[in-house]
């Protein structure tokens, strides 16, 4: 009976286990399911041989995360990484990624997307040492490392030949230099955010937009130097879903009127673009007829005049639409912008 009932219990194990495991793990976020290594051998070799779940290491906002990365790289099942996160995660720095490098045993031919926003910690040095990992790297997110320099671009553009998306936002150190290293390199990227890059000028910008005519996705969020010389090259990108242009004082409608020629938008942030008047909202209304979301937050120059010529274009898309602060229309309570656009569920960008 007794010797029943063991054999019973390891063939569920044997059996059982692994098929619930395979079923449950997909959904547990990776923590859990490092957790459930530990509640028995038959738990950890079901976890362990299913390499979908490997391909995630998510150390975002973990203390000592750079002894944990170490850890976590020595360790078979993480040989075929995909993505790594290690947003504001503490304790990350130049040497551990040196260490990896130096070590010569990790080489993460299959990683795709590597997070490192907010790791403040981490130089140049550091950059090139984690880019020289991942040649095949597709994605690279550097937010809000501000002592990096435009070394780090010659470091990005030597290691991963095939970046397609590149997140600077707050690189307030990199020049015209490092993003003409970006124009000259990447000419099949999609999606670019530079925002509060401050050091950027038109020359610069001009050379992304002429050469990266792929882009899908263009972040210039609190930029104020730029002016129509760059604005206008907006337009000759075919392919823009998304553009961030909030706070840009220099942008008039000559220039919108040329960005208008981006007919695939569907996000459009132009809060707080000063200059910008009915003529230039209504340029965006004519060319632009699948806008999603519009902000023109904070623009003093536009009427209710704008809002129809959205209306007739952009009625059926349109479902975020933000004018706080626009005190040339007078039509701004919901039950009017419903009356005109009808899909309407959002009526804020910025709170």
């Known amino acids: 009976m007794a010797a029943a009932a063991a054999a019973a219990d390891e063939a569920w194990c044997r059996e059982t286990v692994p098929r619930v495991m395979e079923l449950v793990s997909p959904r547990l976020p990776q923590r859990d399911a490092c957790a459930l290594l530990s509640v028995s051998p038959w738990c950890h070799r079901a976890l362990a041989a299913n390499p979908k779940l490997w391909e995630v290491l998510d150390l975002h906002e973990t203390k000592k995360a750079g002894e944990r990365l170490i850890s976590a790289l020595s360790l078979a099942r993480y040989r ?3 993505v790594v996160n290690l947003e504001f995660a503490q304790d990350i720095e130049d040497r551990h990624f040196l260490h990896l490098k130096e070590t010569g045993a990790i080489l993460l031919e299959e ?3 590597l997070n490192l926003n ?5 130089s140049d040095k550091g950059i090139g040492a984690a880019t020289s990992l991942c040649p095949n790297l597709q994605a690279l997110s550097i937010y809000w490392i501000v002592g990096l320099t435009d070394a780090s671009i010659e470091h990005i553009v030597k290691n991963c030949k095939q970046i397609i998306d590149l997140n600077l936002s ?3 150190n990199i020049s015209d230099r490092g993003i003409q290293l970006v124009a000259d390199n990447y000419q099949g990227l999609q999606k670019l955010d530079i925002t509060r890059c401050i050091k950027l000028t038109d020359d610069a910008l001009q050379k992304v937009l002429e050469k990266c005519s792929a882009l899908e996705s263009l972040n210039m969020y609190a930029l104020s130097s730029f002016t129509d010389k760059a604005y206008t090259k907006i337009g000759y990108l075919a392919n823009l879903t998304f553009l961030d242009l909030c706070g840009a004082q220099n942008l008039t409608d000559d220039g919108l009127s040329s960005i208008s020629r981006c007919g695939s938008l569907t996000y459009l942030n132009l809060s707080w673009c000063v200059r ?3 003529v230039g909202v209504v340029a965006i209304a004519q060319g632009c007829r699948s806008l999603e979301l519009l902000s023109l937050f904070g623009i003093l120059g536009v009427t209710d005049a704008c809002l129809e010529a959205l209306s007739k274009s952009c009625s059926n898309s349109l479902t975020t ?3 706080n602060g626009c005190t040339g229309i007078k039509k701004r309570s919901r039950d009017e912008l419903i009356q005109l656009f009808p899909r309407l569920s959002c009526f804020k960008v910025h709170s």
């Open 118 to 122: 907010a790791c403040q910690k981490i």
């Open 321 to 323: 639409l933000d004018v």
């Open 170 to 172: 707050g690189c307030k």
């Open 276 to 278: 910008v008047t009915d």
């Open 111 to 113: 990683l795709e997307l």
């Open 80 to 82: 075929h990484l995909k």
